[in-house]
């Protein structure tokens, strides 16, 4: 079992940036970041291969999210730069998917507690 925690979350206004973070308790080889919006269905925002093979990214926030990770904290984070209202959402965390870079929720494993991000414009 590895246990996920996010931090980072928080209220920003349009065009600013917050940096999420995901401690892992254990090795994982695929993190994911998702995000759910209220009255909407939870979709992947961007993924990471943690052996460095890829990371993969929503359309919706390419050139805007970047995935990272440091290794030696078991931490993957994801910063968020120019923000904007829709990106307003519960973010969770998730690990070893069946296929790393799936977008299906489905095919995570792990999951954590999730975060707030608020972006007010």
């Known amino acids: 079992q590895v246990q996920l925690v996010e931090s980072g979350g928080g209220s920003v206004q349009a065009g600013g940036s917050l940096r999420l973070s995901c401690a892992a308790s254990?090795?994982?080889?695929?993190m994911a970041w998702f995000r759910q919006a209220p009255g909407k269905e939870r979709e992947g925002v961007a993924i990471?291969?943690?052996?460095?093979?890829?990371?993969y990214y929503a359309d919706s926030v390419k050139g805007r999210f970047t995935i990272s990770q440091d290794i030696a904290k078991k931490t993957v984070y994801l910063q968020m730069n120019s923000l904007k209202p829709e990106d307003t959402a519960m973010y969770y965390c998730?690990?070893?998917?069946?296929?790393?870079?799936?977008?299906?929720?489905?095919?995570?494993?792990?999951w954590g507690q999730g975060t707030q991000v608020t972006v007010s414009s």
């Open positions: 998730a690990a070893d998917a069946l296929r790393c870079g799936s977008w299906s929720p489905l095919n995570y494993n792990y």
């Open positions: 254990g090795s994982t080889y695929c």
């Open positions: 990471m291969n943690t052996g460095g093979i890829g990371t």
